[in-house]
């Protein structure tokens, strides 16, 4: 049977819809002092102009009365020359006001222009400060296509409720209170039955209006949901490709594409449905206000009204137009409930990425460029190719430096994604400087997972990590990372030069640097023979690149960095026999002096490591060099000789 939301009790649904509503109303607050946070003064200003706008679209009610009550006076003692120039001089006064409402209109909506994308702007730098922020778990967590619809549909929601709902509301809103208020203020008989008409109103929009917003917010839903589905697919296309599986893929899209159709088809149906309804309200009221005025005149029923006049054609005509433009507002406001919905949606989901909290990290030992003098180490800003790490010490004010060697160690190690899922069991393995140290397991093992934890984009649940004798949670991670050079199996290459690519690992890196980089790796033999060389512009992650010189970049751009310490994430899993030997003769003049860490299915690349650490369901079962490992023939024994690749 299908769970719907009638089967769940009452008062937990009103418990619910409570929360909802003031989550929507803190949105509301939030977004208006992040407006005023953004322009101060500027907005103040808009809504100034907004308001005085509003307020003059109000008074030609007032200047008609008079008008027309002058006509009756004129008619009723025939003296029209009286009247003329009273009736030239509230013309001329109405026309100043509407030049006068012209120019605030022309202020508002140019500042709301500036007011709206500068705000747009400003959010899209914070959300992306705050994106570059955040720990890795929060990628591997959310989708990637639903992340980019952040900074386009939920963008867009805001841009439209900011430029154009939010001025309207104020406006309408003002101009019914205004407009509402001169009806009071003629007759309350007769604003008695627009108020009744006008509850009419409200309730329909409520009704109607509230079913509509609701399936926009699913639809804003439902299309990062699609956003996020057809980023896989683009990313995945040769996958897809290769394994023929477009009709899948066609039929995955089609239940995602007509989740947002029903959700979008709905919504507009709603939407569609409220104007015309409301409309046609509106006209069957300003009929029966106008019978109501004319039975009042002929039965002549007193007026109750603040200004005292008695009841006329000279109330009953503006109140036409009052009732007119009173029934148009509320019809206004219901057209708008939906965009205001959409981008009090879309600003829930951008102010939830801007509370997402930052990747932690109370580190104070930092990276310092030194140099030696009389035996000691001291801290330059010349560039000296020598790094230690500065160690503030807060009980005595001192400061120590550490020779930056590459020598990691993990004690003890316990670690798990989740607090109560540990997949890295007691992980103790000694690492020192020069040492090439290689993890070999079936997928999963947890050889990933352990240079993840070296580089602090996971901390650990207990044990120890020490990178040259210090706890790796006591250096900033920025640093750290600093001194860990990564080669992931995964190649990213940025749109820009090969150069700028290859810098990327060192941004104050030169040219000379880059190509040096470059020639120890063995990439620049292909780098050469490029339309531009190292000048050669790289588009769409190196499209035009194969996966082989896509790697032997990203090995170049390690290179350039020039770390201590160097993790080859199988580097070498996506290059060819023949590469892989240009890439090895490079990559073994590289790893000279530092430390390495290697992850490889190939056990072949592995032979000549000062230690193998052998993984099993996050345990490191065997440890020993190639020649120790096969004497033991145990796991690795049986791996290597049943298959020199692990899968």
Not at 22 to 38: A, H, P
Not at 191 to 220: E, W
Not at 388 to 408: F, I
Not at 419 to 441: D, S, W
């Amino acid at each position: 049977m299908k769970f719907t939301g009638k089967f769940i009790p009452l008062r937990i649904r009103q418990v619910i819809k409570m929360r909802k509503q003031e989550k929507s109303q803190g949105t509301v607050k939030r977004l208006i002092k992040t407006l005023f946070g953004f322009y101060p003064r500027m907005l103040p200003v808009t809504l100034v102009c907004i308001v005085f706008s509003a307020l003059i679209s109000s008074i030609p009610a007032i200047f008609m009365q008079n008008v027309i009550a002058l006509i009756e006076t004129s008619w009723q003692s025939g003296d029209w020359n009286a009247v003329g120039g009273q009736i030239l001089s509230l013309v001329g006064i109405l026309a100043a006001f509407y030049v006068i409402a012209l120019a605030s209109t022309t202020v508002f909506t140019q500042l709301m222009a500036i007011i709206t994308q500068g705000a747009l702007k400003k959010l899209r730098e914070k959300m992306f400060n705050t994106m570059q922020g955040l720990p890795i778990k929060y990628f591997d967590q959310n989708n990637h296509g639903d992340i980019m619809s952040h900074y386009t549909n939920d963008i867009d929601t805001l841009r439209q409720m900011i430029s154009q709902s939010f001025p309207q509301l104020l406006t309408t809103v003002i101009t019914s209170l205004t407009v509402f208020c001169i009806m009071i203020y003629y007759s309350v008989w007769l604003a008695l039955v627009v108020v009744a008409g006008v509850a009419v109103m409200l309730l329909i929009t409520k009704k109607i209006g509230g079913s509509s917003a609701r399936h926009f917010i699913r639809q804003q839903q439902a299309l990062g949901k699609e956003e996020g589905f057809i980023e896989e697919m683009i990313n995945g296309q040769k996958v897809v490709k290769v394994f023929c599986h477009e009709e899948e893929s066609k039929a995955d899209f089609d239940k995602i594409n007509d989740l947002l159709f029903t959700e979008s088809e709905t919504a507009n149906k709603y939407a569609n449905t409220l104007g015309p309804i409301l409309n046609n309200i509106g006209n069957v009221l300003y009929v029966v206000v106008a019978l109501a005025g004319g039975l009042l005149l002929l039965s002549g029923v007193p007026n109750l009204s603040i200004s005292g006049l008695s009841l006329s054609i000279s109330v009953v005509v503006p109140f036409l137009n009052m009732t007119k433009q009173f029934s148009g507002g509320i019809g206004q406001v219901s057209h708008q409930i939906n965009a205001v919905v959409m981008g009090i949606a879309g600003a829930e989901r951008i102010f939830a990425l801007l509370d997402q909290q930052p990747e932690a990290d109370s580190g104070y030992v930092t990276l310092a460029q030194v140099k030696e003098e009389n035996g000691m180490l001291v801290e330059t800003k010349e560039r000296t190719h020598m790094w230690a790490w500065k160690h503030p010490h807060q009980a005595d004010g001192t400061v120590t430096y550490t020779r930056l060697t590459g020598d990691v160690r993990m004690m003890d190690v316990d670690f798990g994604y989740e607090k109560n899922k540990i997949v890295l069991h007691n992980i103790t393995l000694y690492a020192e400087p020069g040492q090439k140290v290689a993890f070999v397991g079936a997928t999963g093992a947890g050889k990933t997972t352990i240079t993840n934890l070296l580089n602090r984009f996971y901390d650990i649940a207990d044990g120890k990590i020490r990178y040259d004798g210090i706890n790796i949670n006591k250096i900033k991670k920025s640093d750290l990372r600093r001194a860990i050079g990564i080669v992931l199996q995964d190649t990213n290459l940025f749109t820009g030069t090969v150069l700028d690519n290859i810098r990327y690992g060192r941004l104050d890196a030169s040219d000379e640097d880059c190509i040096s980089a470059a020639e120890r790796v063995g990439a620049d033999d292909f780098i050469s023979r490029l339309p531009e060389g190292y000048h050669t512009l790289l588009t769409g992650n190196g499209a035009n690149l194969s996966q082989g010189q896509r790697q032997l970049l990203a090995i170049a751009r390690a290179a350039v960095a020039d770390p201590p310490v160097m993790i080859l994430d199988e580097a070498t899993s996506s290059i060819d026999t023949r590469t892989e030997a240009i890439v090895q003769r490079g990559m073994d003049a590289l790893m000279k002096g530092r430390t390495v860490f290697v992850i490889a299915h190939r056990l072949s690349t592995v032979k000549n490591s000062d230690v193998i650490m052998v993984l099993e369901h996050g345990r490191i079962i065997e440890r020993g060099t190639h020649e120790k490992l096969l004497e033991e023939k145990g796991k690795y024994y049986q791996l290597y000789t049943g298959a020199f690749e692990l899968e």
